[in-house]
């Protein structure tokens, strides 16, 4: 199915690297030892997914019964169709990746460590939401690094949206609050925020964006509508790490987890939501504008566990 394919490429490297070793784990055993369960457990935390997510998936096929039955298939295919089954299950109320139509203009900041993928997330996000039918500004609230601002202009071009933005040095905030005023005057539906992944040091950035967060609120009451935290997958548990100092510092509401396509870490995950509460709404698997897929759990467990009808 169609839906599935991009699932498939974008994580492509944890099933070939991880995963499809499960087979090989079961080669002639027709019963689930504990040194297999041992085994699983140590691919499922070599994906990233986490200690406790691992002994809780470890727990389930425990305790379940598998049929020795020969039309239910080999038992690596029912310990396969068990976990994407269960995995499915923790993930489901993450999906569909939508974002709530509350307000308008529906104000999204979005926040992360340098190079993690804001910029190019935008631009992603921007082309998705265009191509949905909205309408979209973007702003350039990373006035610190040189040639932040031309990179999200040239994103703004491919996604075929303005963009609102000032010379390197400019007060970030204000750059947040002209562009919410043109969003508001302009009618537009949607406005993506972008921001800088580094400062002289951490406590200036997080000051910085509470800052533009209140900024914004104050125009527009209830604005920022969604704090979108950028996290790299190829960073693993570190990113966890990221993620807990972003939320203490200015909430996160959703997690856009980039690179996808580069690493076999994408247990990562799991990971973040059974140990932060915070769903994954977005998932990057490319460096192209539609290289950005809507969180979806069936076909990320397919993609993860599956057979890979990619070639
Ligand atoms: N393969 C792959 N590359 C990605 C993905 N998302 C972003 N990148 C690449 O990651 C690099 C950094 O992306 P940026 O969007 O500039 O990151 P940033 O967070 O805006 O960086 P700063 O503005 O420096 O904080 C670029 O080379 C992107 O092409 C993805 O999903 N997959
Ligand atoms: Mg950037």
Redesign the pocket.
Same mark, same amino acid.
């Given at each position: 199915m169609a839906i599935f394919q991009p699932w498939n490429r974008?994580l492509r490297k944890t099933r070939k690297n991880v995963f499809s070793r499960i087979a090989q784990i079961f080669q002639n055993k027709t019963v689930l030892s504990d040194d297999m369960l041992e085994e699983i457990e140590a691919l499922l935390i070599e994906s990233d997914a986490g200690v406790e997510t691992s002994q809780s998936l470890i727990d389930a096929l425990k305790s379940h019964q598998f049929s020795s039955d020969t039309g239910s298939g080999q038992p690596e295919d029912q310990v396969m169709r068990f976990l994407k089954r269960t995995i499915q299950e923790m993930l489901k109320e993450d999906d569909p990746g939508s974002i709530r139509e509350t307000a308008r203009p529906l104000v999204m900041l979005v926040v992360?460590?340098?190079?993690?993928?804001? *910029? *190019?997330?935008?631009?992603?996000l921007a082309w998705n939401m265009k191509d949905s039918g909205r309408t979209v500004l973007v702003a350039g609230a990373?006035t610190f690094?040189a040639a $932040?601002g031309e990179?999200l202009d040239v994103?703004a071009k491919r996604a075929g949206v303005d963009c609102i933005r000032q010379t390197t040095g400019a007060d970030p905030a204000s750059v947040a609050f002209d562009a919410l005023e043109a969003a508001v005057a302009r009618g537009v539906d949607v406005l993506l925020v972008?921001? $800088?992944?580094?400062l002289h040091n951490k406590v200036n950035l997080m000051e910085e964006l509470k800052k533009i967060s209140r900024v914004l609120g104050k125009r527009l009451p209830g604005a920022p509508h969604e704090i979108v935290l950028?996290l790299? #997958?190829t960073t693993g548990q570190n990113g966890l790490r990221q993620a807990e100092q972003f939320a203490r510092a200015v909430g996160v509401t959703q997690v856009a987890? *980039?690179?996808?396509?580069?690493t076999a870490r994408g247990g990562i995950v799991l990971a973040i939501k059974n140990t932060l509460g915070i769903p994954v709404k977005w #998932?990057?698997?490319?460096?192209g504008i539609g290289?950005?897929l809507p969180f979806d759990a069936e076909a990320f467990a397919e993609g993860m566990l599956g057979e890979g009808k990619d070639g």
């Open positions: 974008g992360g460590v340098n190079g993690s993928g804001k *910029t *190019t997330t935008i631009g992603k990373d690094r $932040a990179q994103w972008d921001t $800088a992944g580094r950028v790299d #997958a987890l *980039t690179k996808l396509d580069g #998932a990057g698997v490319g460096e290289d950005l």
